[in-house]
């Protein structure tokens, strides 16, 4: 590398690390033992400003002024799309990138906002995780980073057109493959014994960029902790990607089987390893062994956590303002949930391919909401009007250039009586 070459290398990182370093002038983390840097959680982009902010304040003679604002579009991107905790200074770099992100003069980041329609919408950090985020990746799971690369780097706006484009198309192909993969990683799971305490499916047919999603899915189909897994036949190994539930460490589940893989890391709800071919069938009895032992016996379902009971009425734009204070919501910074009980569905009708557009009242108010991708709760409110207990977000929305309040509908059941 670098230093064999006679080069002062400087390496970031933001992943935990053993006692062995990588030899370099600074090894800048503040996971690695003895660090004391106050907060630890930054992801990659996160670690890289925090060297650029000290290179800003110490500037070398005849080098450019660097302008740390500027860059806060990129580090809220990469902060929110590598699911780092938004707490500490990962949230004020989220809060302040997204100010910076919605007048970005980035052409590619104003390609990709304009592709994905994220410009008719409020741009916070669901814009990139749901929008933004799985389009730049799309390009490292299915052909090269290097596009996304180009469409962040280009001063040229015909360019970032034709690049936020390609990256759109590359995300339709992701989205379809995943679904196909994925319908046949749940034919795989379909025959394992329904007291199967981890599901893994593997095939050649799953890309390495791809295998993540995969188990995803299934852990979200059967509330189970999954693995999906590809073949490296030129080497003789695999490569397995973990989605876990609360009910099991997934990094520590394979930490028991550490003398069995090649290598391993992540940490309790996701992680990634390699297993050579001979060793597979010894770790897959392991594994098998060791959800038996953590999860026999618990009634394993997922559960949603309600921050408070109230009323429909009670629900307004102070209310909204007071609960943006609390942005950006995230991974390890949820967004509320309340409870509304015995609400009138007064209405309900399937939108796009499987949401579930509703009007709800209670009597003083009538709301309209949104329940994402819960089309099959349709079959239980008919016929209409239906009384339940409702959870939701409380959210707003543009339309026809009109910024309403709605709700976003994460659970519903019947009323009692």
């Known amino acids: ?174 989205q379809k493959l995943t679904d196909e993969l994925t319908q046949k990683a749940r034919a795989m799971a379909a025959q394992l014994p329904p007291d199967e305490y981890i599901l893994i499916a593997g095939s050649p047919d799953f890309p390495e960029g791809i295998i993540g999603l995969i188990a995803s899915k299934m852990q979200e189909d059967a509330y189970r902790p999954a693995i999906a897994m590809t073949h490296q036949v030129d080497r003789g190994q695999m490569r397995g990607s973990a989605r876990s539930i609360p009910e099991f460490n997934i990094i520590a589940a394979l930490d028991e089987c550490a003398e069995l893989l090649v290598r391993h890391g992540g940490h309790a709800a996701a992680a990634g390893f390699t297993v050579t071919n001979e060793k597979f069938p010894a770790l897959h009895a392991r594994l098998r062994a060791i959800a038996a032992r953590e999860l026999r016996g618990l009634d394993l379902k ?60 209670d009597g003083a108010v009538a709301w309209d909401a949104i329940a994402f991708r819960q089309k099959e709760m349709l079959a239980q409110l008919t016929p209409l009007p239906k009384q339940v207990d409702v959870a939701y977000h409380l959210a707003s929305k543009v339309w026809n250039g009109e910024t309403r309040l709605q709700l976003e509908i994460k659970d519903m059941r019947i009323a009692d009586g």
């Open 1 to 174: 590398g670098g230093t064999a070459l006679g080069l002062d290398m400087i390496v970031t990182d933001h992943h935990s690390v053993g006692e062995i370093l990588p030899r370099a002038v600074a090894v800048i983390n503040p996971k690695q033992p003895g660090d004391k840097y106050p907060f630890q959680e930054f992801a990659g982009v996160g670690i890289a400003f925090k060297l650029a902010q000290a290179l800003a304040q110490t500037p070398l003679p005849g080098a450019e002024t660097l302008n740390l604002d500027a860059l806060l579009d990129l580090v809220a991107l990469g902060t929110v799309a590598d699911l780092v905790p938004l707490v500490g200074e990962n949230r004020t770099l989220v809060k302040r990138g997204i100010a910076r992100l919605i007048q970005t003069e980035r052409p590619g980041l104003q390609a990709l906002i304009q592709q994905t329609g994220a410009k008719t919408r409020i741009v916070n950090a669901g814009t990139i995780g749901f929008y933004l985020g799985p389009r730049l990746n799309a390009a490292g799971r299915i052909e090269h980073a290097r596009t996304a690369y180009k469409l962040l780097s280009t001063e040229y706006p015909g360019e970032a057109e034709q690049l936020a484009a390609q990256l759109e198309t590359t995300n339709r192909d992701r």
């Open 302 to 361: 997922p559960t949603l956590s309600i921050d408070a009971v109230a009323e429909l009425s009670a629900m307004n734009w102070e209310v909204l303002a007071q609960l943006e204070r609390l942005q950006p919501f995230g991974y390890g910074n949820r967004e509320p949930v309340f409870l509304s009980k015995n609400v009138l569905v007064k209405n309900a009708r399937i939108v796009g391919a499987d949401h579930l557009a509703l009007t709800l009242s």
